[in-house]
């Protein structure tokens, strides 16, 4: 099992005792351009996001705080990754259907992305990104 083209990549970390320090570089620490930055908080107990799947956009997910699971789909494969930490994260691939639950208290999730917004990338529906899965 796995899914290709998704997986964790670890971050530089600069060690300090007054506090650490990681830092990102687009075509370099992670596999593309960034062009947009943004992040889920206040996700209240219980609750779910994503349920999508991108057409061409690919994404990278950290926890700056607090921790978060994330289920990965192919169309074939399923996958669950959990992020805890600020120094590494999850590269998601395009035509990956992604859920995100077991959002601790106070938990950010970070997302940098391959391109600007635009509805037309996602799959919103289930049904239809397994049927373009199969093409």
């Given amino acids: 099992m796995g899914l290709p083209g ?10 300090d005792p007054r506090g650490n320090l990681t830092f990102i570089e687009g075509a370099n620490h992670v596999p ?32 700056m705080s607090g921790s978060f699971d994330v289920v990965l789909d192919d169309g074939s494969n399923k996958q669950r990754f959990h992020l805890n930490r600020s120094y590494y994260g999850l590269y998601i691939a395009n035509m990956v ?33 397994l049927k373009a899965t199969k093409q």
């Fill in 97 to 129: 259907w992604r859920e995100m639950d077991n959002f601790s208290s106070g938990s950010v999730c970070m997302v940098l992305a391959s391109e600007k917004f635009d509805e037309t990338d996602y799959y919103r529906d289930y049904k239809e990104f």
């Fill in 6 to 15: 998704c997986r964790f990549i670890y971050l530089p970390k600069i060690t």
């Fill in 32 to 63: 593309f351009d960034i062009k947009r930055v943004y992040y889920l908080y206040d996700v209240p107990g219980g609750a779910e996001r994503g349920g999508h799947a991108h057409k061409e956009l690919q994404q990278f997910m950290i926890a």
